[in-house]
């Protein structure tokens, strides 16, 4: 059964930083792409950042550009997300999710409950 | 980027009934790369169709997916008691993986 377990989130000040982790289990991690989504209060989706199952490949939504970086560890079969110079409009539940294949370009099949990180002085 | 306007933005409806959603995007998605979801209150998204057509594992056949280029719908034939939720499109053709705004679908 495919799992993903994030931790990590909090309250945090605006300009502070941040790492979120997702755990992941009952799959072949290395094997496959992963992304971050997040989902303000109320709101809608928005896709974050995504990496290949190597690692070698990432990419960034613009509203997070120069600020978040997405990375694995595919010996920990662990994903993470670096936030720095957090600002309130980054305030969501972040999901991580699991991509249908190795390369980003695949749907996301299986999703993490998230963990909620508030940007708030 | 390709934006994504999906509509109506509220759907409401009755058990049973009808209901069909609406994905447009603001360029033509290559080789079906389109996918929907569905969310309900407190739960994270789950998949319901991929390629636009696909029926994910264990989506029940009342869900379909249809369309190319920049129109595609999602339709379900008659509604449940556990249909009524908020459903968004993703097209995964490229980066930035940008997701639609969202249908809610709602008892009328």
Redesign the interface.
């Known amino acids: 059964e495919v799992q993903l377990v994030e931790s990590g989130g909090g309250l945090v000040q605006p300009g502070g930083s941040l790492r979120l982790s997702c755990a992941a289990s009952g799959f072949t991690f290395s094997s496959f792409a992963m ?1 971050w ?1 997040r989902q303000a209060p109320g709101k ?4 974050v950042s ?1 990496i290949s199952g190597g690692g070698g490949s990432t ?4 509203s997070v550009k120069g600020r978040f970086t997405i990375s694995r560890d595919n010996s920990k079969n662990t994903l993470y997300l670096q936030m720095n110079s957090l600002r309130a409009e980054d305030t969501a539940v972040y ?1 991580c999710a699991k991509v ?1 294949q190795e390369w ?11 963990t909620l990180v508030t940007a708030s002085s | 980027d390709i934006v994504l306007t999906q509509s109506p933005g509220t759907l409401s409806l009755s058990p049973g009934e009808r209901a069909t959603l609406s994905c447009r995007a603001s360029l033509s998605i290559s080789s079906s790369y389109l996918a929907w979801y569905q969310q309900k209150p407190g739960q994270a998204p789950g998949l319901l169709i991929y390629g636009a057509s696909s029926r994910a594992t264990g989506i029940p056949e009342r869900f379909s997916g249809s369309g190319s280029g920049t129109d595609f719908t999602l339709t379900i034939s008659r509604l449940e008691p556990e249909d009524f939720a908020v459903y968004y499109c993703q097209q995964y053709d490229n980066s930035p993986f940008t997701f639609g705004p969202g249908t809610k679908v709602d008892i009328k």
């Open positions: 992304g989504v809608g989706l928005e896709w995504g990419f960034h939504a613009d999901h249908s980003l370009l695949g749907y996301f099949d299986y999703w993490g409950q998230g």
